[in-house]
């Protein structure tokens, strides 16, 4: 298996087919629009956008607290009638109809008398070889299994399964497609069935249904046993490395010599099956409703995936595992809105007029118990503002890496209008003054439809990362700041510059520039130099 991570860039998609939108379809398809791509989904059922709208807020209210960092705007989904509609646009094609090898061919012949014969077509498949998902097809080099965990949204991982007749170049185009999804692709490299985790998964579903109705365990005992201890491991580290560890200094030979010979004791009836009947649902199943009935589906799902983001975010904090895949699509998210930022100022905007840094629909859980955005909030868009405009300026990672910044030593907001749930919110940045060390914005946040919701004015002093004290911007920060500074200057100042908490607007405004500015920086001089 090959777990190296592609470094090239995606091919370019913009419009993927999602075919049988039950629960792995459905997830597919709101990892897909949260990035941005426009999906077309197909599934017979009458009820199934009734079905899959409760996915979709799900994935919405998970993003939102997964990332800080301003994703594309939301892909378009499109409810087609047959999979003719669905699959006619498409570059990239979602299986996830029932597991039944018969259903899925005859989707695929279906398909292909639609599709382009370039449509990669990527089987949710949770077992089946592709090589027979493939027997029949006219192009089968474009099939390949891309096999998710469920919640196909939250979690990362994607087994990437090739048959006899996939082309060998269809590894290298879906690598970096899944990639650029937040997700980590490894490549099974030999087709087995079941491929791995399903395998290692088939194994701890057979022993537990076995303890269960040996008497041995409950379902809620057999799960705490897991939640409690073994589970907290696996999220972090694997199967080896954590035998790795138990062996103690010695290491996994240790640990081999030691449990060696326990492979030949009768611990296992993994190769036995328990005969599946009436009994042993009504065990199971009986015993799970007492453990989990009186909480909802979707609230489990949601008490899960709040997990999910946790355990994410903390293992981002430690640079370990899942949370450098997270780390990773962050740094892409924050670059491409750094690319986008300049790639506007280059194309339509002027640098000589307040630059538009960011735009974004505002997340379910920014609101508070009057329904409208809450406070931190505003302060968070006008971080993020700041943000854009450092990476626009190349304060970027890279140039910190290389040891400068700017941390923001005064800020001052005016709220001015309210903002509702996943209404647009753009923010516009001007340069009212860029000295030395110092810069200070001001950012105005908009509604999408103009109108002006607040206004953020912040200090800014440039710090060495590594004394940690001020000092001038390096190259190429200074000048393009400066080349930015200077055109703004022209800029009729902006209403609110200067004013102090409990001052009316238009007192501010009838302000002179020159006076304010030089307010301000007395001010913040006082500041930094205490
Ligand atoms: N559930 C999981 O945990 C999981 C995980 C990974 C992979 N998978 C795989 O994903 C695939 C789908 O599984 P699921 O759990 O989402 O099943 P599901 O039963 O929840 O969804 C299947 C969907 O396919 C639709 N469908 C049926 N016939 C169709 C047709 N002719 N055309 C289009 N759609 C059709 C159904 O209406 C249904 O909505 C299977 O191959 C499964 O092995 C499942």
Redesign the pocket.
Known sequence: MNTETASDSPEKIDTVAC???????AGWAARLVENGLSVNI????PD?QLRMQPVFDNAERAYAKLTMAQRPLKGEIIFCDS?EAAVTSAQWIVE????RLE?KQS?YAEIESHAATDAVIAS???GIMPSDLQAQMQHPERLIVA????PVYLLPVVEIVAGQKTSANMIDRARPFYTSLGMKPIHVRREIEAFVADRLLEAIWRESLWLIKDGITTTEELDDIVRFGFGLRYAQMGVFETYRIAGGEAGMRHFLEQFGPCLTWPWTKLMDVPEYNEELVELIAGQSDQQSGHISIRELERIRDDNLVAIQQALKANNWGAGVILADYEKKLFDAGAVQVAEAGQAEVDHSQPIRTTERLIPPDWTDYNNHMNEARYLQCFGDATDAFMRLIGCDAEYMSSGGSFFTAETHICHLDEVRVNEPVYTLTQVLMSEGKKMQLFHCLHHGDGRLLATGEHMLIHVSLETRAACDPLSPVKERLADIATLHANLPQPDGVGRSVGQERAQAQAQPRAQSRAQSRAQSEEQTSS
């Not at 996830?96 to 597991?99: M, N």
């Open positions: 075919i049988g939108g039950g629960v792995i379809g197909y599934d017979p059922m199934a999979i996830s109809v029932p597991e259903l989707i949710s498949t949770s096999h998710p965990f469920n």
